[in-house]
């Protein structure tokens, strides 16, 4: 499996049978250059232009944009109705999380998380094995809380996402914002993350932090 990450909260997962592409922005929206995509998947977490540019997808992929178990190309998807923001239903709105199950590889996407996962959250989503985690804070889960979100989930390979990188109109926190609250050194940066089930960090490891290099137009 190999995981691209094209900026803000979109990535490409692929493997031999399939190709997922998580939330792509609209350019216009967000100020970054959305390289040209092709998927069998596409998940939108929510429907802000910067996450639901579906259009913007070539391969005429199946779109999942709602709760629910999917199956295609041989990628299992969890879909687990989540919220935008802490305070109340109504303040942000309605998020998705998705996990992919890919060459027996469990990957989380937390979209615009802004909660720590409830005990039913956390069950629904299973063992996670890299989690896709919002680490910008203002939009999404505060940074301090970030922390604790991530060791409840547990996950032996975590790649930050939707954080401030040139070009994005958006404020947000940095990366730098993130790994000084985590106190956790950081991986080599990677273009093409390329992991097999082996290169998971065994139960009694720490989890890795490897951020990516965005691959923009």
Same mark, same amino acid.
């Not at 989930?153 to 070009?167: A, D, E, L, R």
């Given at each position: 499996?190999?995981? =691209?990450?094209?900026?803000?909260?979109?990535? =490409?997962?692929?493997?031999? =049978?399939?190709?997922?592409?998580?939330?792509?922005y609209?350019? $216009?929206?967000?100020?970054?250059?959305?390289?040209?995509?092709s998927?069998?998947?596409?998940t939108i977490?929510?429907?802000?232009?910067?996450?639901?540019?579906?259009?913007?997808?070539?391969?005429?992929?199946?779109?999942?944009?709602?709760?629910?178990?999917? %199956?295609a190309?041989?990628?299992?998807?969890?879909?687990?109705p989540?919220?935008?923001?802490? !305070?109340?239903?109504d303040?942000?709105?309605?998020?998705?999380?998705?996990?992919?199950?890919?060459?027996?590889?469990?990957?989380?996407?937390?979209?615009?998380?802004?909660?720590?996962?409830?005990? %039913?959250?956390?069950d629904?989503?299973?063992?996670?094995?890299?989690?896709?985690?919002?680490?910008?804070?203002?939009?999404?889960?505060?940074?301090? /809380? $970030?922390?604790?979100l991530?060791?409840?989930?547990?996950?032996?390979?975590?790649?930050?996402?939707?954080? !401030?990188?040139?070009?994005?109109?958006?404020?947000?926190g940095?990366?730098?914002?993130?790994?000084?609250?985590?106190?956790?050194?950081?991986?080599? /940066?990677q =273009?093409?993350?390329?992991?097999? /089930?082996?290169?998971?960090? !065994?139960?009694?490891?720490?989890?890795?932090?490897?951020?990516?290099?965005p691959?923009?137009?």
């Amino acid at each position: 499996m190999q995981i =691209t990450w094209h900026g803000h909260s979109c990535f =490409t997962i692929k493997n031999g =049978t399939g190709t997922v592409v998580t939330d792509p922005y609209d350019p $216009t929206t967000l100020g970054l250059k959305l390289p040209s995509l092709s998927a069998n998947i596409v998940t939108i977490s929510h429907s802000h232009p910067g996450h639901s540019n579906s259009k913007a997808v070539e391969g005429k992929p199946l779109v999942f944009d709602t709760p629910g178990e999917y %199956e295609a190309s041989e990628i299992a998807v969890i879909a687990v109705p989540s919220w935008h923001n802490a !305070k109340d239903e109504d303040d942000r709105g309605a998020n998705i999380i998705f996990s992919f199950s890919v060459e027996d590889i469990n990957v989380c996407h937390l979209g615009d998380l802004g909660h720590v996962l409830t005990a %039913e959250q956390n069950d629904q989503l299973g063992d996670v094995d890299v989690l896709m985690v919002p680490v910008g804070g203002i939009s999404t889960l505060e940074i301090k /809380k $970030t922390k604790e979100l991530i060791e409840k989930i547990s996950p032996g390979i975590v790649i930050p996402m939707h954080y !401030k990188i040139p070009g994005l109109k958006y404020d947000l926190g940095t990366l730098d914002d993130f790994l000084k609250e985590m106190g956790m050194p950081a991986q080599e /940066k990677q =273009t093409i993350l390329k992991i097999e /089930k082996k290169d998971l960090p !065994k139960e009694d490891e720490d989890f890795l932090i490897i951020p990516m290099e965005p691959v923009l137009a």
